[in-house]
Nanobody
Framework: QVQLVESGGGLAQAGGSLTLSCAAS????????MGWFRQAPGKERDFVAA????????YYADSVKGRFTIARDNAKNTVDLQMNSLKPEDTAVYYC????????????????WGQGTQVTVSS
């Protein structure tokens, strides 16, 4: 089992940057593929990015490709989401998630979730 805690959310202006961080408990972090998802008010939870167990493969939603970067540090049990060129439509609660079933775009493949962190982008 793994516990996840996100941090780094907040308010940014359009065109600005934020970095989200997710800290995981336990000594088996490298056995989990990690993902970031987001949910805007009144909308479904959407895939943002994912990274494989050792960071060799990364995946992005088309809406963030070229602007967001996911990275992990297995020695520190962390996974970060660097968000650049932010847009108002990036406003959402961002969630970190973990799965032992391989990197996936599908939220149902993830077994463990953080509590979420709010990102608000003003125009």
């Amino acid at each position: 089992q793994v516990q996840l805690v996100e941090s780094g959310g907040g308010l940014a202006q359009a065109g600005g940057s934020l970095t989200l961080s997710c800290a995981a408990s336990g000594r088996t972090f490298s056995t989990y593929a990690m993902g970031w998802f987001r949910q805007a008010p009144g909308k479904e939870r959407d895939f943002v990015a994912a990274i494989s167990r050792y960071g060799g493969s990364t995946y992005y939603a088309d809406s963030v490709k070229g602007r967001f970067t996911i990275a992990r540090d297995n020695a520190k049990n962390t996974v970060d989401l660097q968000m650049n060129s932010l847009k108002p439509e990036d406003t959402a609660v961002y969630y970190c998630a973990a799965t032992q079933r391989g990197s996936s775009y599908d939220s149902y493949m993830y077994d463990y979730w953080g509590q979420g962190t709010q990102v608000t982008v003003s125009s």
